[in-house]
């Protein structure tokens, strides 16, 4: 007869050694709690056992013949009273919040509802044990991988956001039972391409396990994107290839030691504003039925409901000592485990707000990192936004954080893609984006590289779409195209969707190579979206995140082809990536001084005529010369970037100086030679940059 000893209260999960696996939940609110044991399908039941001991909140037990593999999962008894906060309803199996693997795949069954369907007030009856979430017991992986931290110089920092099954699901280089997995991503062609394009650090959407809501399921779709995480341990096991000898672990570990080998840093998306168990009408997975008045917020005026700040339909409570503890332990697991050397956090306010006070930098989740001596040395950054009261904070994160930089992309779009229309950007506000945003950033030590600056990323239009489409087409998505961004500020150039005009297609291509060359130019963090290099188009969709087909994954034909706009395209961003290298002063770690005198460091603003500008030049025209000199003052460490957003070609007068162009983003004009000198002027044309030095 298999029994349970008292084990111990820590650590919390199914631990496994010498005497056994240890099991510890934290449910202070409940009766009772049941480990129940399955066979290694996990469809079978074969025994339950209580845990015998409860010490300060934490319910803890002992299993002496348990293995590596064990399938498991909790009942968790306690009353059924919604409207106080209570869910219990030990009907329903329950997922370890800790589980490192996970089996089984939530399939949006009403089986998963801990009320009763047509009765939302009474409990449901049904046992769903037989395909409900588990937990599997894993060993310890004895790996060497060092604890994760920034490998990268913040100046040097050149960041891609990719999807690990879209990056290489239609990869030629990569062998097809490898495609769209964490093995794919590692595999040197993959590798190779990144390292020519000059990126320092990948930023992969999330990983960890995640359930697809039920109305997409319904649907036939999926939560592609993978922002509904129900496992914060567990790799995504839908990325990994199944061979044999590996796991889903495993193979993410293997993945992050080719990417370290390459002199890379790995960031990863990850989700802990939210669960996959949605609102009051959602499914009962894991922590809702565990002790939902502990795990999430509620509405004081009625705590059957939730706290919807994220519009998921709830908001874990990190305020809660133990629920900012499965957030802490989480993040030292992918870093120490796993070796990820930092995280990109969605909807950031929430982690750092309460219904009472808002959003505080200073909350709990934000002093419980800047204290942690493995995780206050990762990279962390944060998407500044929610949709609660106040929910818009950009710049407001501590120091050392780093901030996704809408404010930027809107500026740039508008300065490029709007001018002579609604929504068109003025010199002055593209100047202050183009040098890191001050205003936001510029406070409490923090540096100009806090500002992520992007044109796209993997929520909106892809950078081909942003110039090809006056609208988006989402009806693939099933709600009737009003989701997504509501407000275009793209540049169809007459023509919306694909085009075989040459003329258009000139003009797609000079704008796209000027948003590229702006971005990779600007004081700042870089951030690149996966397939903006290659031309990747969504058709206009621009919130694909349900989208698991060809309409998110990169497309690859003509890579190869040397005189393909793809490879043209690609390397022109290589280029980019490398000027950027070779100029300490486009990738400056410090405040420029403001207005210094010509002949000092620093960065200066000339209108086209050579003319410093004035206050009242701010206000109008869209040509602008941006001179950079550093503290070498050395000839070769003078840089000149020509813009002109107009509709005709701008004459610039050139500062005195022997300079050479060595970047044109207008194709016919880019000749990639950094001998050819410039005279006393330089003609740029119609939406393009030129970049000199001397």
């Known amino acids: 007869m298999v029994m349970l000893s008292t084990g111990s209260p820590f650590p919390l999960g199914a631990s496994l050694s010498p005497a056994g696996v240890n099991f510890a939940l934290v449910a202070p609110n409940a009766q009772a709690v049941e480990l129940c044991l399955f066979d290694g399908t996990g469809q079978s039941e074969q025994q339950r056992l209580r845990l015998p001991a409860c010490t ?77 979430l588990k937990g599997r017991v894993v060993a310890a992986t004895g790996t060497s991988t060092p604890p994760g931290h920034a490998r990268v110089a913040a100046g040097e920092r050149v960041l891609y956001e990719l999807h690990v099954r879209g990056r290489t699901r239609l990869h030629p280089g990569v062998p097809a039972a490898l495609r769209g997995t964490y093995a794919g991503l590692a595999e040197p062609a993959v590798l190779d391409h990144l390292q020519h394009l000059g990126i320092t650090t990948l930023s992969l959407m999330p990983v960890q396990h995640r359930a697809d809501e039920q109305r997409l399921l319904a649907m036939g779709l999926s939560n592609y994107w993978g922002y509904n995480t129900i496992g914060w341990f567990a790799p995504e096991a839908r990325y990994w290839s199944g061979r044999p000898g590996t796991t889903p672990a495993s193979e993410f570990r293997a993945m992050a030691d080719a990417v370290h080998a390459r002199g890379m840093e790995l960031v ?3 989700v802990y504003n939210h669960s996959a168990e949605s609102d009051e009408l959602g499914p009962t997975l894991s922590m809702r039925g565990i002790d939902n008045a502990l795990y999430y917020h509620l509405r004081e005026d009625d705590r059957a409901l939730y706290e919807n700040w994220t519009g998921t339909g709830n908001c874990l409570n990190l305020g809660e000592p133990r629920v900012l503890q499965l957030a802490m332990d989480s993040l030292r697991h992918w870093a120490c485990e796993f070796g990820v050397d930092g995280f990109r956090f969605d909807l950031a306010p929430v982690l750092g707000r ?39 904070r950009l710049g407001e994160f501590p120091p050392g954080w780093l901030e996704w930089n809408d404010r930027y992309r809107d500026t740039q779009r508008g300065f490029w893609l709007r001018q002579g229309r609604e929504g068109a950007v003025g010199l002055g506000e593209f100047a202050h984006r183009f040098a890191a945003s001050s205003t936001q950033f510029e406070h409490h030590g923090r540096a100009p590289t806090a500002s992520v600056n992007f044109i796209t990323a993997h929520d909106g239009f892809t950078l081909r ?230």
């Open 56 to 132: 300060d909140g934490v319910w803890h037990g002992l299993l002496p013949s348990g293995r590596a593999g064990l399938v498991y999962g909790y009942r968790v008894h306690g009353p059924w009273a919604p409207h106080e906060g209570q869910r219990f309803n030990p009907d329903k199996l329950l997922l370890d919040p800790y589980a490192r693997e996970i089996v089984g795949r939530y399939d949006g069954s009403d089986l998963f509802l801990g009320h009763d369907p047509s009765r939302p007030g009474q409990r449901d009856g049904r046992d769903n044990g037989a395909i409900a």
């Open 268 to 270: 990863i998306d990850v």
């Open 354 to 392: 309460n219904a009472r006070t808002g959003f505080d930098p200073r909350a709990p989740f934000f002093a419980a990192i800047a204290q942690d001596p493995v995780l206050s040395r990762t990279l962390l950054i944060a998407e500044p936004w929610d949709i609660g009261p106040g929910g818009y």
């Open 465 to 694: 779409d942003l110039v090809s489409y006056g609208e988006r087409h989402n009806l693939a998505n099933g709600e009737n195209n009003r989701d997504g961004h509501a407000h275009n500020l793209s540049n169809n150039c007459g023509v919306e969707g694909p085009s075989d005009d040459p003329a258009v297609q000139a003009q797609r291509s000079r704008l796209q190579r000027a948003l590229l060359a702006t971005l990779l130019l600007s004081q700042g963090t870089p951030m690149l979206l996966a397939g903006d290099e290659l031309g990747h188009s969504q058709q206009g969709n621009n919130n694909a995140y349900c989208q698991d087909n060809e309409t998110t994954w990169l497309a690859w034909i003509g890579a190869s082809d040397p005189a393909s706009e793809m490879a043209r395209t690609r390397d022109f961003v290589a280029r980019l990536a490398a000027l950027r290298r070779e100029a300490p002063a486009l990738r400056s770690t410090r405040w420029w001084p403001a207005e210094p005198p010509r002949g000092t460091p620093g960065i200066h603003w000339l209108r086209p005529d050579g003319q410093p500008m004035a206050s009242g030049d701010w206000h109008s025209g869209t040509a602008l010369a941006v001179l950079f000199e550093s503290t070498a003052m050395k000839d070769a460490d003078a840089w000149l970037v020509l813009l002109n957003a107009g509709p005709e070609a701008v004459s610039f007068r050139l500062p005195p100086g022997a300079w050479r162009c060595c970047l044109a983003t207008d194709p016919e004009q880019d000749h990639g030679d950094a001998t050819r000198a410039l005279g006393d002027t330089a003609e740029v044309p119609a939406s393009s940059l030129r970049i000199a030095r001397t």
